[in-house]
């Protein structure tokens, strides 16, 4: 069973700024030659960018009994440790300068808020996951409730025993517990 679906393509804009791209470019490369290259000039551009676009525009959130699925990557929820909803301001740090390189973010340009998905344990592979969405409140609140473990505390879920659910709550989402590495900010 599904809890949450959603495809992240393309918006209307980026198809018609595409169009008009196809058609000038089209016609600087059609000039002065016969209609039928004209038709395959236009033919073969629209085709590619359609292409293109159709493939960007592919990736899929999915939150089902067991597991949250962005693009081709699966996180068991049972390993999902905190989920937050970030505003435009706070996704757009996470995507730039606070951004951690082993995270695993699954954002469009488009796309301005997103989802904050903490893995339990923060491993060093993977210590979250960047979600870009056009409906952050209903996948965070998807994720919620199909955890395993739905309403009960998150404290006992540590794998990593760095006790980083029980992390002090003002501590902005992404940002490292300075008590916990010398190295941090």
Known sequence: MRAYRERLGAPASWWLATAGCVLLFGTTLWAGLSPVAAVAVYAG?????????????????????????????????????????????????????RADPAAYLLIRPYLAEAVYVEVAGRPANRPYWLIGTRHPADL???????????????????VARDHAAAADPRRPAGQPDPGKDSNAW
């Open 140 to 158: 965070a609140a998807a994720i919620e409730r199909a955890r395993p473990d739905a309403g009960q505390d998150r404290a006992w879920h540590d």
């Open 45 to 97: 551009l629209g085709a590619a960018s359609a292409a293109g676009l159709l493939a960007w525009g592919s990736a899929t959130v999915e939150v089902s009994e067991s597991d949250l699925r962005a693009g081709q990557q699966r996180l068991p929820l049972a390993q999902a440790g905190l989920v937050a909803t970030l505003t435009k301001e706070q996704a757009r740090e996470l995507r730039g300068p």
